[in-house]
């Protein structure tokens, strides 16, 4: 079965930081461009950061650059998501997303994404 599963959420701090996971089951997750996204309350769902297959090419949502880095270890099966300087309006809940494919001006559609996660609370909070 494949599976997408994230984890690392949690409750932070504004200033403070979490990492993200994203491990797969069932499936190479070096054949794919993985996507985070998050859906904030009461919001639509929005992309967050792209890594492609190789993870020499990453794009992130100007909300997040220069706070956020996407990484992934194909290796390990697994993709990351280290988050810094977080807001609060950085909470959500957070879901990482595999495509077989992508193109650089919509990345950050979700329909281009075959695999998702079930998603991990992130809360920014004082």
């Known amino acids: 079965q494949l599976q997408l599963v994230e984890s690392g959420g949690g409750l932070a701090q504004p200033g403070g930081s979490l990492r993200l996971s994203c491990a797969a089951s069932g499936f190479t997750l070096g054949y794919y461009h993985i996507g985070w996204f998050r859906r904030a309350p009461g919001k639509e769902r929005e992309g967050v950061s792209l890594?492609?297959?190789?993870?020499?090419?990453?794009v992130y949502a100007d909300s997040v650059k220069g706070r956020f880095t996407i990484s992934r270890d194909n290796a390990k099966n697994t993709v990351y998501l280290q988050m810094n300087s977080l807001k609060p309006e950085d909470t959500g809940v957070y879901y990482c997303?595999?495509?077989?494919?992508?193109?650089?001006?919509?990345?950050?559609?979700?329909?281009?994404?075959?695999?998702w996660g079930q998603g991990t609370q992130v809360t920014v909070s004082s």
């Open positions: 997303a595999a495509a077989v494919v992508y193109r650089s001006s919509n990345w950050d559609s979700p329909i281009n994404y075959q695999y």
């Open positions: 890594i492609n297959r190789s993870g020499d090419t990453t």
